[in-house]
């Protein structure tokens, strides 16, 4: 099985949130089980190839908005592995990328239209190479479509998997035409633009072989309106293929200096360097501490706002490392500034992958208040590094933590529901709690999040995917 990944990132060498980490690793783990994925991703000017081996493999000629374009192909490797990632240069499509890669703008739309015309160019200039084409999100929901116009019966399978459902590339209609597709050639692309615009992530959804999530219970939220939001309906029709697999961690990027037989020693080290870092007093005191981005649809920003106070108050420490909305930003530096909270309290806005590894192995809890969560790899890493997640029972969060064991789980998307779940684990540090917090580390970082058993059940879903598209096309 020869499968082509195309994505927005791919880490280390793109790295902008989750979905990096994923496509960075997965397709390692599935190489180690005789599965061989090739990467293929923009090559942004700002991509880290410093310290890789990068060469130049040949010119594509795209075309795009009646113009062909020219683009290079360059080829790397994932780090220690075998895994080819392709790097398509293209100084006017590919002249930015960053967080806003995952805006719904008209920009990032025109940019991932014209790179999934590129990828089917690819495709086909490496005809018979690829049996199945491994989408991922938004950014990659037109290449169905092109794939169906030019390679017909002959093109490859085709499996969608939606990472974040909330982002979902919606573009200007003529971005259709510029990549080539004729209106009028696939209905539901005419039913989509009558309100002017074109949503990838419905066509993605709609028009591959076979969609998946990043985690069992997200595939089952997004079939409910509450999660499936504008495009339930869509998701409701393709429930027969719909499958979740939850994402792994590749631990060898999340360097640890301790096991779970020495690690009491080495995170108070870690912690305390981490106080004295942050102006934060008191080593005795536990450690709460949140990292991601500051998307207030998302991540729980207003509960984890309310519930910071009674941290403080019930004697924790509070740390934050994010950068997302600028209000937000904004509002948790000045809140951070208050008397009350003063020596207590550290606000860090920037993207900062060290500082982050620092937080994750000298905290001694990690919340993760999301109101909804695809997958989630924080509360993962944070496990790993022996620090207690605290999170909302949602998606891949609820998938991964199991209460009073690894980690601290509640329902009610309110401040209140935290607060409770926070007080819980600083009971349980304190000694006082129904199970012990040593035991508790211990089993989170015995935890398996390897990608080793969803590796084996893309795998499945890869032949499963595969089978059925031969059907059709034999039909
Ligand atoms: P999402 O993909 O929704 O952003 P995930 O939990 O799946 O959330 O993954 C987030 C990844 O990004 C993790 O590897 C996390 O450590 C990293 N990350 C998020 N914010 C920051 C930050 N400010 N600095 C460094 N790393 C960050």
Known sequence: MKVLLPAAEVAPIIKLGGLGDVVGSLPKA??????????IVPFYPTAKVQDVKIFKAFDLEVPYDDTANLVEVYKTKLPDSNVDVLLLKNSKYFSRGGKDAFANKISETEMFAFFSRAVVEFVKAQFNTYDLVHCNDWHTGMIPHLLDDELAETRPA????????????????ELVQNMGIVPGDHPLIDWDIADGDVNFMLQGITSSDYVGTVSPTYAKEILTPEYGGDLVDVLQVRESRVAGILNGIDTSSFPRDYTSHNWREAKKDHKAA???????????????????????????????????PSIVKAGGNFVLLGTGDAGWQDKLTKFAEQDDLRGAVSINIMFDVDLARKIYSGSDFLIVPSKYEPCGLIQMISMWYGTLPIVRATGGLK??????????????????ALIEAV?????????????????????????????????REYKKLYEKVHALRKEVANA
């Not at 998938?399 to 209140?416: H, P």
Request: glycine fraction near 8%; charge should be negative.
């Open 399 to 416: 998938d991964s933590v199991t209460e009073g064991k690894t980690g601290f789980l509640f329902d009610d998307y309110s401040s209140q």
């Open 274 to 308: 981490l106080l004295e870092k942050f102006g934060l007093t008191d080593p005795q005191k536990p450690l709460v501490s949140f990292i991601g981005r500051l998307d207030p649809n998302q991540k729980g920003l207003d509960i984890l706002y309310e519930a910071i």
């Open 423 to 455: 007080n819980k684990a600083l009971i349980t540090y304190s000694g006082h709690g129904e199970t012990s917090f040593d035991s508790m580390v211990v089993a989170a970082m015995q935890a398996d999040f390897s990608w080793d058993s969803s590796a």
């Open 158 to 173: 085709v499996l969608y998997t939606v990472h974040n459902l909330a982002y979902q590339g919606i573009g200007d209609q």
């Open 30 to 39: 599935l190489e180690k089980i005789g599965v061989n994925v090739d990467v």
